[in-house]
Structure formats: C-alpha cells, structure tokens
C-alpha cells in the first residue's frame, strides 16, 4: 500500500493533540500534508523537530473563518500525488489496516469513495474504550442519486472522513470553496452530498477511522432563537441547492425543508423519553467495551467490524 494513499491533516491551534497524533498515527509507508492554519507557532516547533520525507508542512495564513479552511484544503488537494486520499483531525486515530482494506476494494470494483464503519471513543488517561459505530452507508451503495437527495437527511451518515481518489477529493474542496458555505454543519452535509454526486461510493466490513467523542458541540446552538443566525444558515441551504442541482428537473421539491428541519432540530433534547433511551444504550455499549491502547484497540475494531 506504499504510496497509494496521503493523509492531510488540518490544524488550528491545539498543538498538544497533535503531538499525540504523531506518536499514533504516523506510518512510513504513506504520505502525509499538513495544513497549519494556527495563530501560534507552536504547530509549527513540532515539525520543524519532526522531519520525514513524507511529511510535506505548510503553514497557512490563520484560519480566520470557514472560507479559509476551504482553500486551505483545496490548496492541499492541488498537491497531491498519491491515488487516494483521507483527512483527519488530530484529536482521532486511523486504522490503517481497514484504510488498506477499502483501498484494495476502491481498485477492484473501480470506485473512488469508500468509507467502513468510524468508531466513536471516549479516553481515560492513555487508554481508548469503543463506544459505537456510526451507521453504515448501506442507503447510499443500494439507491439511485435522485432518491438518496430525495431522502438524504432521513438517511444521512457523514461521509467525510472515507477514503477518496484525489480526483474527487480535488472536485468536491473545488465545489466547496465555489459555494463557500458559512457553518461548520452545512459544511459536513455538502462534503457527503458532493462525494454522491461526484463519486462512485461503496461500502467496506471494516472499521477505518476513529474518532474521539467531542464533549462540547457549537453546533447546540438554539439556532431557532436567533433570527439572524438562522437566516445565514437559509443563505447556505441555498448555495447547497444551487451547486448540487443545476436545472429544476432534479431538484427534490421538499431539499429546502430537509435540510432546514434537520439543522435547526440538531441539539434539541426536549424529548425525555428519546434522552433517556439514548443515555441507557451509551452505558450499555460502554459495559461490553474494553478499555484498550490504541494498537490493541485498531486490531479489535478491524476484527469487530467484520461481525456487523
């Protein structure tokens, strides 16, 4: 798998997580290119004692706005040499053992996004225990494009982080950085509604990415209270609407209130009954689960994730 494969990884401040993420995911056998888009030069002291030669370190102008981190990584798309490509935050781990496995099945069916299962995790001192997987991407492999817009967010699973040709990679940041969406969540929705368009997807039994749980989400925002607020995110349902959807004819009547009824709904745990059930099946996975480092715990989710 030499060769085949770089990981961009794009950093704004945090300097301490990503000094962790060297010591746990870096690998000689692929190629790596870091996007630093920080205030302080911390990002940068780790590199300039971290050399390799599939390290490619840039430093960006600070990530001042979403607009920024866009043509950041477009830039970084431009650069690529490798076939495919992944992306990753430097607070989670990647499973190199599934990246190969989905890689393998991108060359043999001739597709170019793939994407297994992500494990979410929550740490205790150096040691990562399992919590659940996101939900597969079963609806988006068995129906037609014009039915997965149609029902995209009653079906939706991130596609963020699979694993992409440079190719589409390069024209999902291009289309991105052409609609220059302001919020973070419209952002992660246009990314997998872009790899649809664009991409040819399949779906991989294994785990590939492993993200640790985040305890503070903006996006819980009561966006319905402010008015000023919820009509930027209306402006970005209407970039979203024109760079999917070129003519009338394939545009889902009801995409508008889809994406509007899914945005402004995140975060509201008004429902006790759905709150309670959602907390009683997170301390049930968390008692099945095993506290693991993180070689262990990669060997546990690939093997793991065959059974699902």
């Known amino acids: 798998m030499k060769n085949k494969l770089t990981v961009i990884l794009p950093l704004k401040e945090r300097p301490e997580f990503t000094t962790t993420w060297l010591e746990n995911n870096y690998n000689e056998n692929y190629e790596y290119i870091i996007a630093d888009g920080s205030y302080s030069d911390k ?29 950041k990584m477009y830039e970084c798309s431009l650069l690529l040499k490798t076939d495919y490509v992944i992306q990753s935050d430097n607070d989670d781990y990647l499973n190199y053992q599934g990246i190969s496995k989905i890689i393998n099945t991108l060359i043999k069916k001739n597709r170019n996004v793939g994407s297994g299962y992500i494990s979410h995790i929550i740490k205790n001192k150096n040691l990562l225990r399992h919590i659940n997987f996101t939900n597969d991407i079963d609806y988006y492999v068995k129906n037609p494009k014009e039915k997965i817009f149609e029902n995209f ?50 779906k991989v039994n294994t785990n590939h990415y492993i993200r640790l749980i985040n305890t503070q989400d903006s996006s819980n925002l009561d966006y319905k209270k402010n008015k000023i607020i919820k009509k930027d995110y209306e402006i970005d349902f209407l970039k979203i609407k024109k760079n999917l959807f070129t003519n009338k004819v394939n545009y889902p009547k009801d995409f508008i209130n889809q994406i509007s009824t899914k945005t402004f709904n995140r975060g509201d745990n008004s429902k006790k009954k759905t709150y309670l059930f959602n907390f009683i099946t997170l301390f049930l996975k968390k008692i099945f689960h095993p506290y693991l480092k993180i070689n262990t715990l990669r060997s546990y989710l690939y093997f793991y994730s065959k059974l699902l």
């Open 43 to 71: 990002n940068k002291e780790i590199f300039l004692n971290f050399k390799k030669k599939n390290i490619k370190y840039i430093r960006f102008k600070p990530d001042i706005n979403y607009s920024d981190y866009y043509k």
């Open 153 to 202: 967010f009653n079906n939706y699973t991130p596609l963020f982080y699979s694993v992409c040709s440079s190719k589409i990679f390069n024209k999902i940041y291009y289309n991105i950085v052409k609609s220059d969406v302001h919020f973070l969540s419209n952002f992660e929705y246009l990314f997998s509604l872009l790899a649809i368009k664009y991409g040819d997807i399949t």
